[in-house]
């Protein structure tokens, strides 16, 4: 927009003419209503007021206007500069908004996206942590599984010659009894740690070794770490079965005064004793029978049975429990032990049994069942004519 000297804005027109042109078609320029400021007082550019609407009603021109020609040019000049300083004035006045930009986490079309597994978030269960907890089985509350007397008799008359290694090298045969009840019941202890993951003929090695040394509470309790680990070489963990011990032998000779716990429940707060071996010791320190003490011969023969269903001995002795006469559980373990062993280790001898006991069929039928090969064990030792024999009576 031209400037006059005073450095003022204003319209003036271009030419004299046209000014007396524009002047005669009724323009009322008092709708340019103008608000300045001083230009050398810091303060902002001069805002321009229009009245719109009497620029809109009157700033036309009648057909009957001399020179017409330049006052349509200049009205149109006029209006299109009002129209201008109107959109000028709605832009200034105009509040700006804050636009927030939103970061796309989209990848652009010409990269592809990374592939990445989403994670899974943790949802709370609807279920309490008690209600998850594994209930446990009551004794006596199971049903026993068909035929499984005929089955314990067979067994105990094959074991009844007390012949398997655990017979020989076990907790129950190899504790001295002429040094006390006391002492009797400590070496019991002993012999069941020691029997974890562990054979028997290396455990009867090494108590009858811990004998010689004197196995003893209180002697025990003077060995230092490295003797008794030495006395115990052969034993499989012997470095944490020797913490074990010495921790164990610490507690019963201040808190039981060299005697052992009368409980399982109790035997089982001692280091390295689980729920098998307290109840165990129990029965053969004690003389009671308040659970049954499951290995994993046990474990594997009664799955293989269908007397139990389980992943674990734990959950075996629970089942097992659940049914089996209360009167048998002092007889379990030794009974079943044995007869795994002689399956496993003493085939022939097993073999041998189960051909002169009074059920020879139902005996040898027992032994294909719980894995032994007769036809190929059977030719191993000789005995195929006598395990043929059998079936053709």
Avoid at 20 to 49: C, H
Avoid at 111 to 117: F, L
Avoid at 236 to 252: A, H, P, S
Avoid at 307 to 312: E, I, L
Wanted: hydrophobic share 30%; net charge positive.
């Amino acid at each position: 927009m031209p400037k006059t000297r005073s450095g003022r804005n204003t319209w003036l027109p271009s030419r004299p003419s046209e000014q007396n042109v524009i002047t005669s078609s009724k323009i009322d320029f008092s709708v340019f209503a103008y608000s300045f400021k001083g230009p050398d007082n810091g303060e902002s550019k001069p805002s321009i007021k229009t009245d719109t609407s009497k620029v809109k009603n009157e700033a036309t021109l009648p057909p009957s206007t001399p020179n017409r020609s330049g006052a349509l040019n200049n009205a149109a000049e006029a209006k299109s500069k009002i129209k201008q300083e109107e959109t000028n004035q709605n832009v200034m006045s105009t509040p700006k908004r804050s636009v927030s930009r939103k970061v796309s986490t989209k990848s652009k079309s010409n990269n592809k996206p990374k592939a990445t597994t989403p994670k899974r978030k943790k949802t709370p269960s609807l279920t309490s942590s008690s209600s998850r907890k594994r209930q446990r089985i009551e004794p006596g509350s199971l049903t026993p599984p068909k035929n499984w007397e005929a089955t314990y008799a067979i067994v105990e008359e094959l074991r009844s010659d007390r012949t398997a290694p655990l017979d020989s090298d076990g907790g129950e045969a190899l504790p001295e009894t002429h040094l006390g009840k006391k002492v009797y019941r400590f070496q019991v202890l002993i012999a069941l740690m020691l029997s974890s993951q562990t054979k028997d003929a290396v455990v009867g090695d090494a108590i009858r070794g811990l004998q010689k040394h004197g196995l003893t509470p209180e002697n025990i309790h003077k060995t230092d770490p490295e003797t008794l680990n030495r006395l115990i070489f052969k034993v499989g963990f012997r470095n944490n079965k020797t913490k074990f011990i010495k921790n164990t032998v610490e507690i019963l000779v201040n808190e039981y005064d060299g005697d052992i716990p009368a409980t399982a429940d109790d035997m089982m707060r001692l280091p390295g004793i689980g729920p098998k071996m307290a109840y165990i010791i129990e029965n053969v320190a004690w003389g009671i029978s308040s659970g049954i003490g499951v290995d994993t011969h046990m474990h594997r023969i009664f799955n293989v049975l269908n007397w139990v269903k389980s992943k674990t001995p734990e959950q075996t002795r629970e089942q097992l429990e659940g049914w089996l006469p209360k009167e048998r559980w002092s007889e379990v373990n030794m009974l079943w032990v044995g007869f795994g062993q002689e399956s496993q280790q003493q085939k022939e001898k097993i073999l041998n049994k189960a051909l002169a006991c009074s059920k020879p069929i139902e005996a040898l039928g027992l032994l294909k069942e719980v894995g032994v090969d007769l036809k190929k064990e059977g030719k191993k030792f000789g005995l195929e004519e006598r395990i043929e024999g059998v079936y053709n009576m």
